[in-house]
């Protein structure tokens, strides 16, 4: 991997992480600094963020950018229709034998934590362990071109709407709806699991109209 790549991945990581406060401009030299880049890397680096949509320029610098209502609401119908595809891929190759045990059961392994780490109320690691979660059923989809869309779309997601990932009152049922999918997509029924993930995320863009 050339500098370049790897700057913008590390710094893309720590943009979504939330790792730099959203009213606080990113300054070329301390990340520079804190990356052991030159500065011409970090601007370029930072120019792709900003074209990925992770960035805005406020006029006073490139801050981590911020979705409005209306494209959190975009963002989460497209992210439930490809998801929803993914479900229905993943149970068609689970029906057709494609899939490896382990590869189920290292899922289950991601929704336990995933559930542990929000009862815990760590919310940065649950919602990691939940991105990983729907990331392994895209994997197992098979649709690369679809799943680079939805990894992008999480990244904003993850950036403008963090409070709206972990509602309150709905641990209980974001685990289930976990569980129901993975035994949809296990029993290779592709309409169920279809079903289960596209009501999954519809159910998040509920709650974050109600919070607005």
Known sequence: MSVSR????????????????PDRPLAEIPLAERLGVSRPTIREALRQLEGDGL??????????????????????????ALEALHAELAAERCRAGEVAPAQLRR???????????????????????????????????QS????????R???RILISAE??????????IVDREHRELLAAITAGDARAAGD????????TLAEARTDT
Request: avoid cysteine; proline fraction near 4%.
């Open 144 to 151: 690369p071109v679809s799943a680079h869309a939805t990894d």
């Open 6 to 21: 790897k700057s913008y991945e590390q710094l893309r990581h720590l943009v979504v992480s939330g790792e730099f406060e």
């Open 55 to 80: 960035l805005h320029n406020s006029g006073r610098g490139l801050r981590p950018a911020r979705m409005n209502g209306e494209e959190t609401r975009s963002a989460l119908l497209m992210r439930s």
């Open 153 to 155: 779309l999480w990244d």
């Open 107 to 141: 899922l289950t392994a991601i929704a336990d934590d995933a559930d542990r780490h929000t009862r815990e109320r760590d919310y940065r690691l649950a919602m990691r362990d939940n991105r990983a979660f729907h990331q392994g059923i895209d994997h197992l989809a």
């Open 196 to 203: 289960i993930a596209r009501h999954h995320v519809l159910a």
């Open 163 to 172: 409070r709206s990932l972990q509602p309150p009152g709905r641990t209980d």
